[in-house]
């Protein structure tokens, strides 16, 4: 599985992991799981209410209209979903997954109804446009992220609570930098840096440290100045914790 490299405004190093081919599918089917029972419910609802058999009597045109309405909530439910609820929707919840703009940037309204308008040839064309997309492009891309610039991450983190930012220093820590060069990042900047830190570390990928290292030496103007990059990095998550906390 390929990696979505993001370079935040702080220019810290950013990983997700884009939604697999199978998560994306599951969460579609959920959406469509949800969709079907709504048309099924509606359909029952106007049955035993009587409003069927009204609409049965009216012209061609009146009926379109009145179905055209009670379909909306189907029409439009990714675009809505998405918009009101940053790139989510209820299938998407379920298999942790959102859209995020590849840039870094969260996405806009008008990217969410780029990729809305391109389901009528990613999915109700038959699938195929969208499901070769997918398996074919380098973030399980289809053809709508590619228009808008998104991509479906998921969000399922492999770390546990030790891996957040929290680290215990004592009242009598002392820290190796000042509270100006450390607090130019934010707590997710922080986030970030430590669960690279520890990517790097579980796979000894030496050009991820190394990367990490000079971007954060880039964003607090300064050059490491302990013996490895490892104890600079777990320096500068100590200090913003002490900063942070007091």
């Known amino acids: ?80 979903c998405e918009s009101l609820m940053e790139g989510r929707t209820f299938g998407k919840m379920l298999m942790k997954t959102r859209v995020v703009k590849i840039d870094g940037y969260q996405a806009s309204p008008a990217d969410y109804f780029i990729r809305w308008i391109f389901r009528l040839i990613d999915m109700d064309a038959g699938y195929i446009a969208g499901l070769l997309s997918m398996l074919l492009s380098k973030h399980t891309q289809r053809l709508g992220d590619m228009a808008a610039g998104t991509a479906v991450i998921t969000e399922k983190s492999k770390y546990n609570i030790s891996h957040t930012i929290l680290m215990d220093v004592g009242k009598d820590y002392q820290p190796a930098f000042s509270r100006a060069q450390i607090l130019r990042f934010s707590d997710n900047d922080m986030r970030i840096v430590k669960e690279n830190m520890m990517d790097a570390l579980k796979n000894s990928d030496a050009h991820l440290m190394s990367r990490l290292c000079a971007k954060i030496e880039s964003v607090m103007q300064t050059e490491n100045p302990l013996p490895s990059q490892q104890e600079y990095i777990a320096k500068v998550i100590e200090d913003y914790n002490y900063y942070t906390g007091e």
């Open 1 to 80: 599985m390929s990696r979505l490299y993001i370079t935040t405004t702080q220019n810290v190093p950013l990983f997700f992991t884009p939604a697999s081919v199978g998560e994306r599918m599951l969460g579609y089917l959920a959406d469509m799981i949800i969709k079907f029972s709504y048309l099924v419910s509606m359909y029952y609802l106007l049955k035993y209410t009587g409003v069927k058999n009204i609409v049965d009597t009216w012209d061609t045109w009146s009926a379109m209209a009145f179905v055209f309405v009670v379909l909306i909530p189907v029409i439009f439910y990714s675009l809505a």
